[in-house]
């Protein structure tokens, strides 16, 4: 396993790993016939854990501590980024086992993280629970942080457009840099144009967020409860990486408290209080494709503040 530390990464690299003489035999089989298989077991886990409405269609937990994900549920980033993630990080994430042409559409099979989701553990943790979820989880960030990006440019792992649905109905870039994507948003609300709403946005955003420089950090993209695992009351994985690629410093914290619970925003303003203007100045974007809500109860063990250890 690669130092979390700071440094060059080169994603284009990245491989399906084949760990054992199984899987390596595995996949001398036919593709075609290796489909045929995962479906079948897909079959055999709908039976033995049928989908939940919290999971959605387009997953399924298969036996033998597998997963999978097909349909539009899961694109070539989503794979690249989990196993890019598990090559350069000590982040728990799924293990890539195959992935696998589906009429145009991916068929990918996965470890099963060990956990449950952390918006259904949170009413389990104590003030001392919630400590060490908030340090474990600043962990991590930073380990994703301190991946360094082969180029400035804007957008998915490799360099491609990238799929933002908190902001965007379609996918966005990629953008050349920083500043490129900042001058997009800008476009997108021209002067002279639109209600006084716009008109705060540009000044406000000129002044602040789009003024400074920020550094590119690889971004989760959708970094809410219902992504990060946890076990024995700590955080024991993270998943679904289809929002993955290299933004903005800010763009995991705006991402992660949109349409969030007032809970939620004072824990990440408390890990990363410097992204709380750039955090306002994305909610206010005329653009964007929902608004804001805090209405859900505040677990026991958040109602304080907590410094990060």
């Known amino acids: 396993m690669s130092s979390p530390s700071t440094r060059n990464v080169h994603p284009c690299s990245l491989s399906v790993v084949d760990d054992s003489l199984l899987e390596r035999t595995w996949k001398l089989v036919p593709s075609r016939s290796r489909l045929a298989i995962y479906k079948l077991l897909r079959f055999v886990g709908s039976k033995l854990w049928p989908p939940e409405s919290l999971i959605g269609t387009g997953k399924q937990r298969l036996p033998f501590n597998m997963f999978c994900k097909f349909g539009g549920r899961i694109d070539e980033n989503e794979v690249l980024c989990t196993m890019f993630v598990a090559e350069n990080t000590t982040i728990p994430v799924p293990r890539i086992i195959d992935a696998i042409d589906d009429d145009g559409q991916l068929f990918v099979v996965m470890t099963k993280v060990p956990g449950i989701s952390a918006q259904l553990a949170f009413s389990e943790l104590d003030e001392a629970g919630m400590k060490l979820f908030e340090h474990d989880l600043h962990d991590w960030i930073h380990q994703l942080r301190s991946l360094r990006p082969p180029c400035p440019v804007v957008g998915g792992l490799l360099g491609t457009q990238s799929v933002q649905p908190l902001f965007f109905e379609t996918p966005i870039g990629p953008f050349d840099d920083v500043a490129a994507l900042h001058q997009f948003l800008m476009t997108l609300c021209p002067d002279g144009k639109g209600s006084p709403h716009y008109e705060e946005f540009r000044s406000r955003a000129r002044a602040g967020t789009f003024h400074r420089a920020h550094k590119l950090c690889f971004?989760?993209?959708?970094?809410?409860?219902?992504?990060?695992?946890?076990?024995?009351?700590?955080?024991?994985?993270?998943?679904?990486?289809?929002?993955?690629?290299?933004?903005?410093?800010?763009?995991?914290?705006?991402?992660?408290?949109?349409?969030?619970?007032?809970?939620?925003?004072?824990?990440?303003?408390?890990?990363?209080?410097?992204?709380?203007?750039?955090?306002?100045?994305?909610?206010?974007?005329?653009?964007?494709?929902?608004?804001?809500?805090?209405?859900?109860d505040i677990p026991a063990g958040i109602q304080q503040g907590h410094e990060i250890v």
């Open 219 to 296: 971004t989760h993209g959708d970094l809410k409860p219902h992504n990060l695992l946890m076990h024995n009351g700590r955080l024991s994985g993270m998943v679904d990486f289809g929002n993955s690629g290299w933004f903005p410093e800010y763009w995991d914290y705006a991402c992660t408290t949109f349409v969030a619970p007032l809970w939620w925003e004072e824990l990440w303003a408390r890990m990363f209080p410097q992204y709380v203007e750039d955090k306002c100045y994305m909610y206010n974007h005329p653009c964007t494709t929902m608004s804001l809500s805090s209405s859900v």
